[in-house]
């Protein structure tokens, strides 16, 4: 559980204030007490008998984090190779695996079905064709772009207009391919866009994606990928997973009865592990200036846009808790800016805050997702340990990177 109690923020059982000194900063902070209620959660507002979690790693791929839903029976979304590695290694089983790639290589294919053994989601006619080629009279499953989309910024968006799936104008080539190579489609897939909390949004799209499903015969799953948002904003209203799990149940139970039974799959990311994460920052430096006659407060951490590149990206909303002054009165605005050389390493932006000092402790929330994960090594700084707490337990999952790990490792040459 993270909650705030008087002026201190808790995760599970632990100060942040003492995880951030024993750890050091940054930190990534995970609760597994939240992750496992969100997975249960969701399972259990979906009525449908015959329900498959696939856990979409790409929101997060702490070995952890993976442990605990493999342990919950989840299975995995993939898109990467190494994904797929990753999911083989900590034992999810093979067919609760799902690659579902954008702009797929041979060699990929030949690496995730041929070596690992794991299915393809097939996300072209090209990809459907080279599949074929290599891998004649197999299962496979085929991405379908059901010609709209939603989500909670325009590079979060995956249906309509975009490079994903197979359109619809296509499906007829679909079967032509399949006929020519032998493959048995045994799955349909969509996933229309990232951060939807909307649960109607779904009704439309799964219709579509049924009616294209009644086209064929054989199929065992129908995958209607993740996409359910999360509040980030005080205020905002999380999605109705009652209506959620109603409306795709009722629509599958119709299909199934009229057209053969077929298992649900979803692919959840951001909702399971999104408000899971938190990362500890601490203040080091704050400039204050005059700005036409008004005051402009920076206050300067030690991370940024390198570390959770959100912000940044998409301008996205993330909170912002002072760790150990959380019930202090907010009497300034100050823009929370990283360290990072560029303008744009902006972590949060006009936030009400009470009088901050060099050293305080601020816990940017709802990090879970998306965060770590899209992570990178700008400007040559390394990334931020991370942390599994459970109730009284924590431990040290990733540690932070080191110069070695970095750039003398992999560089051939002598450093
Ligand atoms: N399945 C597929 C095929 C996907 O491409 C994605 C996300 C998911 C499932 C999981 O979506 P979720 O349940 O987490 O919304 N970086 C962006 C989000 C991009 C999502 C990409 N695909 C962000 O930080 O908001």
Redesign the pocket.
Known sequence: MIRIVGSHLYIGEYLAEDLAERFGTPLYVYDKEVIVENYLRLARSIPYEDLEILY?C??NNNPEILATLRDLGSGL?V?SPFEALLGIRLGFPREKILF?GTSVSDDEMKFVRGELGVMI?IDSLSQLKRYGRLFPGTEVSV?INPGVGA???G??V?GGVTK?GVYLNQIEKIRDIAREFGLRIVGL?M?I????LDANVYRETLDVLLSVARRFSGLEFIDI?????IPYKPGEKPIDLDQFGSIVSKALRDFSQSHGHVKLRI??????V?NAGVLLVRVVDIKEVEINNSRKIFVGVDSGMNHLI?PA??G?YHEVIPASKADKPKEILVDIVGDICESGDILALERPMPRLEEGDLLAIMDVG??GYS?SSNYNLRPRPPEIMVFRDEVKLVRRRETFDDLIRLVTNRSI
């Open positions: 979409s790409k929101a979304d898109v579902t989601n991405r989500g909670h910024h590079y979060a995956t994903f897939h996933h866009g990232s951060g939807i990928g993740g996409g359910l948002g692919e959840p990311g951001r909702y399971i999104g959100r990206l998409y996205s997702a998306y899209m």
